[in-house]
């Protein structure tokens, strides 16, 4: 071992009877950084703001003197299976031969269960491309009508949800963006066959939706993100266990601290 307080040979001397090279003996090896903290910290802020991606969490950790590029920012990101939400398949298509209806929320007072229903497609990312999930919520009550999971974004799977959703109520009201599965004429023949009037967003105005919208959140939130679907069939399952969870045993502050099915069925 070199000894650097030696008083007859110097170190120089100390490496060359030692083999060993001068750059080591001056190396002072730096602390491991805790990759945990920051990991920590890029966790807090992704669920404050999904939508930040990995440029902005580097800028913001190092307004927070972290001091990290953006390389140890997308590697922990991607360790930890956080990405940016923001949308990737276009899952609200439009069909400019479909007629377009009004939206008839603006203004309105919803004051009880099966005054308004509201519908819409998110993604579900998978190993291999996505899922999609559509679901059929009661504005009023936020209870989980039904919904349906699929690897194709046809009209079929959308009415297939809405058809099992009237075996348990009906609405006066339904709202749809206008993608092209809700103004088709399949899917407006069955809302207005039932005496449901028919609502859609505005163009672009995803927060003429916001109900459903923010159901799309909780479940990302909360549960989606958490887990790592290898199969569709488990994804279905899991997505299946968290709604029964949503609908029958988690608390809304919104609704007295009551779950949606004490609201809908109450």
């Not at 799977?157 to 075996?167: H, V």
Request: hydrophobic share 35%; with cysteine.
């Amino acid at each position: 071992m070199v000894d650097e307080g030696h008083d007859q040979l110097s170190i120089r001397k100390q490496c060359e009877l030692l083999n060993l090279n001068r750059s080591n003996v001056y190396y002072k090896a730096m602390p491991p950084r805790n990759d945990s903290l920051i990991a920590n910290e890029i966790h807090e802020m992704w669920l404050e703001m999904p939508f930040y991606g990995y440029r902005k969490l580097t800028a913001e950790l190092n307004r927070r003197s972290h001091g990290v590029n953006h390389k140890k920012v997308l590697r922990l990101m991607r360790e930890m299976n956080v990405q940016a939400l923001y949308p990737r398949p276009n899952t609200s298509r439009h069909n400019p031969n479909n007629k377009i209806y009004p939206y008839l929320l603006r203004g309105l007072e919803i004051i009880y269960p099966n005054q308004v229903w509201s519908t819409d497609i998110t993604y579900i990312k998978m190993p291999e491309g996505f899922m999609y999930l559509v679901g059929l919520i009661d504005v009023y009550s936020r209870y989980m009508l039904s919904w349906k999971f699929s690897n194709t974004l046809d009209t079929e799977f959308c009415l297939d949800m809405l058809k099992e959703g009237l075996g348990r109520g009906k609405p006066e009201i339904l709202n749809t963006d206008q993608g092209c599965q809700f103004t088709s004429n399949a899917w407006i023949e069955c809302v207005e066959s039932n005496a449901i009037k028919v609502s859609m967003d505005g163009r672009g105005r995803w927060a003429d939706n916001v109900f459903i919208e923010r159901f799309w959140r909780t479940i990302k939130h909360e549960h989606v993100l958490l887990h790592d679907y290898k199969t569709a069939g488990e994804a279905r399952e899991s997505i299946k266990h968290f709604i029964d969870i949503y609908n029958h045993k988690r608390l809304h502050q919104s609704l007295g601290y009551k779950t949606p099915a004490e609201i809908y069925w109450g």
